[in-house]
């Protein structure tokens, strides 16, 4: 007997998802109406936000690089962030050269060979939804891709910081976009000195006498929970070259489309479908009451055994500090 010889191939696109939901409350696939997709589609968004209450996501463990700005203390977290995890202040040293600037690119060339690390990047013209390339090149007339970004919300006067994996080596540097932009800021960034920040809770922060002190690095920060989560940095920075590199737990991404696909590992999909049939069994018209309790049963019980997965294999540390309490 031969196997597929095949790995995570197969996808459970949402409107699968949905339609083992319904038939697993004990309804035929048929029978959705716009308004019960609609219904689903939004439990099943519900479920995701929820996920972050039961503990950490670790697939929406992400690293995020916020820009500083000259005498600027706070700062939004990026959409969707949840939790901040760590916190490190980014020091670049910038390689600099000379700039063309046309239509659709501008490019850097560098006095040699110069090992780029982190690129910045500014626009005082691009439209929101934009395709942003980075290339390199050693000859200025071959250049090669090294980060494509595709945004819907560009903002001109708003720097974004990219990380290169892998680093590369090249004299000649390029933005370049699909429709005309005028790049204000290409910061090439040769190396990066990352120093921790450590975090201040609420009293710590309000009993500070002079919360306007510019310095550099910022040493500290306090973290607010607010609608949009803001990070304020103590000293305040006195440059604007400068970033802070953030891991944050951030939200699972939106239910989309029908044709796409949730962002779930594969192993969580079965629980997924569990827990949106639980649900459509409050939201639905006509279940069965002895399915419904099969239902609630089968989602908890799968539920726990996909959590029960949800671990990075990191091996626990533990410090112990015992000193005299005076």
Known sequence: ??????????????????????????????????????IAKECTYLFLLGLANRGFNLWCVERSYIALTANTATYATPAGTIDV???????????????????LSTITALAAATTIVRVGLAFSVITASETVVISSSDDNVTYTARSTQTKTDWATGTKYWFQLDPTVS????????????????FYL???????????????????????TKLGRPSTNYFFEKTLTPQITLWP????????????????????????QTLELPARWFD??????ASKLCFELEDVDPNR?????????????????????????MLSPNISVYT
């Open 1 to 38: 007997m031969t196997t597929s010889g095949t790995v995570a191939t197969t996808v459970i696109d949402t409107a699968k998802v949905i339609e083992h939901a319904v038939r697993r409350i004990g309804k035929p696939a048929s029978s959705q109406t716009p308004e019960g997709i609609d």
């Open 85 to 103: 995890l760590n916190v490190v202040y980014s020091q670049p040293t910038q390689a600099t050269g000379t700039d063309t600037v046309a239509a």
């Open 170 to 185: 090249a004299q000649y540097w390029k933005v370049s976009t699909t429709a005309a932009s005028t790049a204000s800021t």
């Open 189 to 211: 960034a040769s190396a990066i000195y990352d120093l921790p920040v450590t975090i201040w809770n609420r009293d710590t922060f309000m009993a500070l006498n002079d919360k």
């Open 271 to 276: 629980a997924m479908i569990w827990q949106l």
């Open 236 to 259: 305040v920075p006195n440059n604007s070259n400068d970033q802070i590199t953030i891991m944050r737990h951030r939200q699972v991404q939106d239910v989309g489309t029908l044709v």
């Open 292 to 316: 419904m309790q099969m239902v609630l049963d089968q989602a908890d019980k799968n539920l726990l055994m996909a959590e029960g997965n949800e671990s990075d294999g990191a091996t626990i």
